[in-house]
């Protein structure tokens, strides 16, 4: 259970020692001083656990499976139909084309999960309830955050592994590694945008605000970033920034997903003739990813910071 | 153990340019059974979700059993609490009895507890119906239940009998009356004053953000000094009779309605005037005398 000491109180009984708290103006009161020893990690277990299970009765995760299977089946094997041909070609342009599709999908999804997490519960008048009860605030977003997560990762894997099955007897293993990795790279752009969905969530005062705010990011980070983005390039001609141009990418979790999946596989490189003037830096899953978990964590610690004031 | 389990001094709450609570003190002893009543926006339930941890508090202190409700050792304070919110909100896509097993989880109360507690609130047949099918009585009930998990010494009841029928609503009491036999404080919020007049031990009257009284309903009809009224039936010729023998009493006003007569009179008036009336003999069928309601004391406070 939880340790003694992380939190601090406004006004204390004159017989107490000022904290740093009580010198402050009075809505610093009761309010939760930030330490990571307060996580009980039962408690965000069971919010987890609830969520979860909520997804899988009303057969959100199944529905979501399904299309993913649906879509990602008609790619791999129609997906080259506009030049004459119909069935499965190779791993990397079947992945080239589905990350278009999931870098659409896969956003919206996420947002449509997570943006009624918090705002969902304080409309219907619930979470009042659950504040009272021996949890904190904090573990409260985790525990959101984690069954939500859970639900949309559980799908992704379901839905994408199930075409990787059917697909298996064609893949060498380094077409199967490529697919796992395209497969990875899309839970972690759904935690990313489940993560904004849940910071969204935690800001608007009604649900109404929280579906715009959702549909607004999703036309921002998905239609909207990467058009901005061209049209400074080509404004300044590309005189000013150019180096930097590659690296503003990095700002939208969609483009980080695009660009790890693309740019780390060598034919599709070729394919786009990008592979010139990228800096090698952007072709280092490893530093992509830490950028994506960037985008998990951000959010989320912004939303547990404006919960918890 | 403490002498008071809730404790509440100079407590404040602005929001914004409002302030919505004025400085209030509040002790409430172990055992009791505390009403709050004042009209919308007096500040009970700005009050009751500071008592709660809840809002801030922006000035002042309330303590739970000696402890801040936010405290250090919060879960500890929260697990003495049980809550039951107006309206209770619960989750429709559950079960009532997987609805207290998840606030069992959180409360770390054992699951094995919940099935005897939804048969104390007369759930027992509706355990395993979704809580989207439940009547509002039903919900309130099973949101009643979920605050009795893990036997909590302070219960926190906000407007509890809303939506539930009259039979309901005496169970809900007997309930209550159990619980206070067990030692167990309850704070309960009401806008049906009669409800609670003859079953709370002690209450708060709220209005414009302070505490305009606290006492028993009887200390505080006292206080008030309210006129209480005398009701007698009798024959013909009664209102010439009682007007006879009651001479020279400052009466307030008498008032004939059928065959009774309704007169009310000052407290320090009622022993004298009794005394005169007894010598009336077989015209007096029968009399009543009616103390102030809750709801004249309630007025009384608001428009003194």
């Given at each position: 259970?939880?340790?003694?000491?992380?939190?601090?109180?406004?006004?204390?009984?004159?017989?107490?020692?000022?904290?740093?708290?009580?010198?402050?103006?009075?809505?610093?009161?009761?309010?939760?001083?930030?330490?990571?020893?307060?996580?009980?990690?039962?408690?965000?277990?069971?919010?987890?656990?609830?969520?979860?299970?909520?997804?899988?009765?009303?057969?959100?995760v199944l529905a979501v499976a399904l299309v993913f299977t649906a879509f990602a089946l008609v790619i791999a094997y129609f997906g080259a139909a506009q030049q004459g041909a119909v069935g499965f070609r190779s791993i990397e342009v079947t992945i080239a084309s589905l990350v278009s599709l999931v870098i659409y999908l896969i956003p919206l999804i996420a947002l449509i999960l997570?943006?009624?997490?918090?705002?969902?519960?304080?409309?219907r008048g619930s979470l009042d309830l659950l504040l009272t009860l021996p949890i904190t605030r904090r573990e409260l977003i985790l525990g959101k955050y984690t069954g939500l997560a859970a639900a949309l990762t559980f799908s992704t894997i379901a839905g994408f592994g199930a075409v990787g099955l059917i697909l298996s007897p064609q893949l060498n293993l380094t077409a199967l590694f490529h697919y796992a990795g395209f497969m990875f790279s899309a839970i972690l752009l759904g935690l990313a945008f489940l993560s904004l969905a849940v910071m969204l969530s935690v800001f608007a005062s009604d649900r109404t605000r929280a579906s715009g705010l959702a549909i607004g990011t999703w036309f921002f980070f998905v239609l909207v970033f990467d058009l901005l983005i061209l049209g400074m390039l080509v404004v300044?001609?590309?005189?000013?920034?150019?180096?930097?141009?590659?690296?503003?990418?990095?700002?939208?979790?969609?483009?980080?997903?695009?660009?790890?999946?693309?740019?780390?596989?060598?034919?599709?490189?070729?394919?786009?003739?990008?592979?010139?003037?990228?800096?090698?830096?952007?072709?280092?899953?490893?530093?992509?990813?830490?950028?994506?978990?960037?985008?998990?964590?951000?959010?989320?610690?912004?939303?547990?910071?404006?919960?918890?004031? | 153990m403490a002498s008071t389990i809730v404790e509440a001094r100079g407590v404040t709450k602005d929001f914004g340019t409002v302030q919505a609570v004025k400085g209030v003190d509040l002790s409430i002893a172990p055992g009791e059974l505390y009403g709050l009543i004042?009209?919308?926006?007096?500040?009970?339930?700005?009050?009751?979700?500071?008592?709660?941890?809840?809002?801030?508090?922006?000035?002042?202190?309330?303590?739970?059993?000696?402890?801040?409700?936010?405290?250090?050792?919060?879960?500890?304070?929260?697990?003495?609490?049980?809550?039951?919110?107006?309206?209770?909100?619960?989750?429709?896509?559950?079960?009532?009895?997987?609805?207290?097993?998840?606030?069992?989880?959180?409360?770390?109360?054992?699951?094995?507890?919940?099935?005897?507690?939804?048969?104390?609130?007369?759930?027992?047949?509706?355990?395993?119906?979704?809580?989207?099918?439940?009547?509002?009585?039903?919900?309130?009930?099973?949101?009643?239940?979920?605050?009795?998990?893990?036997?909590?010494?302070?219960?926190?009841?906000?407007?509890?009998t809303t939506g539930l029928d009259p039979g309901a609503i005496r169970d809900f009491y007997r309930i209550l009356r159990e619980l206070k036999g067990e030692g167990v404080t309850m704070v309960l919020t009401s806008h049906i004053l009669a409800e609670i007049q003859e079953r709370v031990d002690r209450l708060?009257?709220?209005?414009?953000?302070?505490?305009?009284?606290?006492?028993?309903?009887?200390?505080?009809r006292e206080a008030m000094n309210l006129p209480l009224t005398l009701e007698i039936a009798g024959g013909?010729?009664?209102?010439?009779?009682?007007?006879?023998?009651?001479?020279?009493?400052?009466?307030?006003?008498?008032?004939?309605?059928?065959?009774?007569?309704?007169?009310?009179?000052?407290r320090e008036a009622k022993m004298p005037a009794l005394a005169r009336l007894a010598t009336l003999g077989d015209t007096m069928r029968d009399l009543r005398v009616r103390e102030p309601s809750l709801e004249d004391v309630f007025f009384g406070y608001r428009n003194g």
């Open positions: 259970m939880m340790g003694s000491g992380e939190w601090e109180v406004g006004n204390p009984p004159h017989r107490q020692p000022p904290t740093p708290c009580s010198l402050l103006p009075a809505p610093c009161s009761l309010l939760p001083k930030t330490n990571m020893f307060s996580i009980d990690f039962r408690q965000i277990a069971i919010v987890a656990g609830k969520e979860f299970w909520d997804r899988i009765r009303n057969r959100w997570g943006f009624d997490a918090v705002v969902g519960e304080r409309e300044t001609a590309g005189d000013y920034g150019g180096a930097v141009f590659p690296y503003l990418l990095l700002l939208n979790p969609a483009d980080v997903f695009r660009v790890l999946n693309v740019f780390t596989l060598d034919e599709v490189r070729t394919l786009y003739g990008l592979a010139t003037v990228f800096p090698e830096a952007l072709s280092n899953p490893t530093i992509l990813g830490g950028v994506m978990l960037g985008w998990i964590v951000g959010p989320l610690a912004v939303a547990i910071w404006r919960f918890e004031r | 004042g009209h919308n926006g007096a500040g009970k339930s700005t009050l009751f979700k500071m008592m709660l941890g809840l809002i801030p508090i922006t000035s002042g202190e309330i303590r739970i059993d000696g402890e801040p409700v936010n405290g250090p050792r919060f879960r500890e304070t929260r697990r003495k609490i049980g809550y039951l919110p107006e309206n209770v909100v619960l989750y429709d896509n559950l079960t009532g009895i997987e609805t207290l097993f998840f606030f069992a989880d959180l409360k770390a109360v054992p699951r094995r507890d919940c099935a005897a507690l939804l048969d104390k609130v007369g759930l027992s047949h509706a355990a395993g119906r979704r809580v989207r099918e439940y009547s509002k009585g039903m919900r309130q009930r099973l949101g009643f239940a979920q605050a009795l998990l893990g036997t909590p010494r302070l219960l926190f009841l906000d407007e509890p708060a009257i709220m209005e414009g953000g302070l505490i305009r009284a606290t006492g028993t309903v009887q200390t505080l013909a010729g009664l209102a010439e009779q009682v007007g006879r023998v009651l001479e020279g009493i400052a009466i307030e006003s008498i008032e004939e309605a059928g065959s009774v007569l309704h007169i009310r009179l000052p």
